[in-house]
């Protein structure tokens, strides 16, 4: 396979937009266990090994390779439709030099809610996944909400497979993977 090499300024940039949801405290969640009455799909967190991978490519049609863990240190597993959940982190600024960004970040929180589990159609194939979608708000006298996505995450993935944020210069979707063996790339 083709190493992707990517300078560290477009690394960055690919994650800006999910930089809260990888860098923050420890989510604050609803029960950890659906209500007996809920009958639909659960998806615990999965099993990681290192060599587990995952291929985004943005819509401007730059691509970063990622190992295990990079998104999901904040999805509130286990996850069901209806399952609510939020957490702290800090904010980031676009266009400022990083070391500038990191004395200007305002505390934000961001809250998540699992709105379905449907089919998905990325590069990488088509997976059941669960819809989660997440605002993240600016703490402080105004709270004001600095944006929103959707997150689909796919437990057959073992990962998120599509980001969809307001704007799509923060969109990603998983074009190629290999978690445990079981290997997905798309065909010329």
Same mark, same amino acid.
């Given at each position: 396979? @083709?190493?992707?090499?990517?300078? @560290? ?15 923050? +405290? ?13 009958? %639909? ?16 490519? /943005?819509?401007?049609?730059? =691509? !970063? ?24 982190? *800090?904010?980031? /600024?676009?266009? !400022? #030099?990083?070391?500038?960004? /990191?004395?200007? @970040?305002?505390?934000?929180?961001? *809250? ?7 089919? &998905? ?6 997976? *059941?996944?669960?819809? +989660?979608?997440?605002? +993240?708000?600016?703490?402080?006298? #105004? @709270?004001? +909400?600095? #944006?929103?996505?959707? !997150? ?8 998120? &497979? =599509? ?14 993977? #290999? !978690?445990? %063996? ?7």
């Amino acid at each position: 396979m @083709r190493k992707i090499a990517l300078p @560290r300024s477009v690394l960055l940039s690919v994650l800006v937009l999910v930089y809260v949801f990888i860098d923050g +405290c420890a989510p604050t969640m609803s029960p950890v266990s659906p209500p007996e009455s809920y009958k %639909g799909p659960v998806a615990e967190g999965p099993k990681l090994q290192a060599k587990d991978f995952w291929i985004y490519e /943005r819509a401007d049609g730059r =691509r !970063v390779k990622l190992g295990a863990g990079t998104f999901l240190s904040h999805l509130g597993f286990p996850l069901w439709v209806g399952k609510a959940w939020k957490y702290a982190s *800090e904010g980031t /600024r676009l266009g !400022v #030099d990083p070391a500038i960004s /990191r004395a200007l @970040r305002p505390s934000v929180e961001i *809250e998540c809610e699992v709105t379905g589990f449907k089919e &998905i159609a990325v590069t990488a194939g088509t997976f *059941e996944a669960f819809e +989660c979608k997440c605002a +993240c708000t600016m703490l402080g006298p #105004d @709270r004001v +909400c600095l #944006d929103q996505w959707t !997150v689909w995450y796919a437990p057959k993935a073992k990962n998120i &497979i =599509r980001i969809k944020a307001q704007t799509t210069a923060s969109d990603l979707e998983l074009i190629e993977y #290999d !978690v445990s %063996g079981k290997v997905a790339r798309p065909t010329p």
